[in-house]
């Protein structure tokens, strides 16, 4: 949003970022280079005064040497900036589901009254944009960050499809996606308390970066029921374990397929496995989602079933009020703050 002034921010050079966001980890925001100041805001709570000196003195170094950069202005607070808080879905194995579970729990709990957003850091295959019917949608800027793209169902979102020309994000590596991951967490969510993200399937560098530097206070694990799946599901439990990530639950997708044609019930990826595998590691089953035609086409069309009454998406509500509930029971303050 323009101040009104003919003066416009530079853009600033993501090496510079990098190297003062590694100096002070998660407290630098409102980045903004404009007439050769760069100005910032460093959250210093719970720093002694001499640390605070420090921190500055060696932001300031790390920026002034830059070309283009003649000063450095920080302004302190003591006050964390209020990021949403982050709920991961996430799993073993690519195509069992996830980005269609998590635009369905997102119009859910958006449908349960929670100000909810979403982040797509799947950077191997961005399909949010698609599944919220936003593709040609880009996002808009205020200073250095991003705003999130609205859409038909309420659920702001910002996706890697976003940053990146199709075919592109798969060359990227782990620092570069981590990066742009940041770029789409620490965007202007004014008004959202959740975000739901969608990562990438299995357990590599950017679901690392996600879980150690945006700590989601849980996550939701989707699974066919399928034994290959299953072992790899177990696997991306054990990281988010590893990383005291708490795993809200697990969903069983794609399991009891109703032909549309004879009304026979078949399983062809098997049935029950998943919530055998959950009760087996001790954690909870949110819900099963049967394989459905309609589950597909009306996520290709941009409308997830979630947003209505319809039968087709009373697995995702029920799935919504599960995931609610859990996060009501950790007496999480509205609006808290994480990491
Ligand atoms: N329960 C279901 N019934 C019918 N089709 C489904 C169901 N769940 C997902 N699909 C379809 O399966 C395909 C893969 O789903 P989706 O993209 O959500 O999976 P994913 O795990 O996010 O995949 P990727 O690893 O590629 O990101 C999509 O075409 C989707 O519409």
Request: with cysteine.
């Amino acid at each position: 949003m323009s101040d009104g002034s003919s003066r416009a921010d530079a853009a600033i050079d993501p090496e510079v970022v990098q190297r003062i966001e590694t100096i002070a980890p998660g407290r630098v925001s409102g980045l903004r280079l404009r007439d050769g100041v760069l100005s910032l805001v460093l959250e210093v709570g719970g720093l002694e005064p001499a640390e605070r000196e420090a921190l500055t003195a060696r932001i300031k170094a790390a920026g002034e040497i830059e070309p283009g950069i003649d000063h450095v202005r920080i302004a302190m607070t003591a006050e964390k900036s209020a990021r949403p808080l982050i709920v991961a879905v996430g799993s073993g194995k690519g195509g069992v589901g996830k980005s269609t579970l998590a635009v369905n729990l997102a119009v859910a709990l958006k449908r349960l009254g929670r100000k909810v957003g979403m982040v797509d850091a799947d950077i191997y295959g961005p399909s949010l944009p698609r599944l919220l019917a936003s593709e040609d949608v880009k996002p808009g800027t205020e200073g250095t960050r991003l705003i999130p793209v609205p859409n038909a169902q309420g659920v702001p979102m910002l996706s890697m499809g976003h940053l990146a020309k199709p075919g592109q994000a798969i060359a990227w590596r782990g620092p570069m996606a981590g990066n742009a991951l940041g770029q789409l967490i620490d965007a202007d969510w004014r008004g959202i308390d959740l975000l739901i993200v969608d990562l990438p399937p299995g357990t590599g560098d950017v679901q690392l970066t996600m879980i150690q530097k945006y700590k989601p206070v849980g996550a939701v694990i989707i699974s066919t029921p399928q034994d290959l799946a299953l072992i790899d599901a177990a696997r991306a439990i054990s990281f988010f374990d590893q990383a005291k990530v708490p795993v809200i639950g697990m969903v069983e997708n794609m399991s009891g397929y109703v032909c549309p044609h004879c009304g026979e019930v078949s399983d062809p990826f098997g049935s029950g496995g998943a919530e055998a595998e959950a009760a087996d590691m001790g954690l909870a089953f949110l819900g099963r989602v049967p394989l459905d035609i309609a589950v597909r086409s009306a996520s290709d069309a941009g409308t997830p079933p979630a947003a209505d009454e319809g039968i087709v998406g009373q697995p995702f509500r029920l799935i919504a009020e599960r995931v609610a509930r859990w996060l009501d029971n950790q007496q999480l303050p509205a609006g808290a703050t994480f990491g």
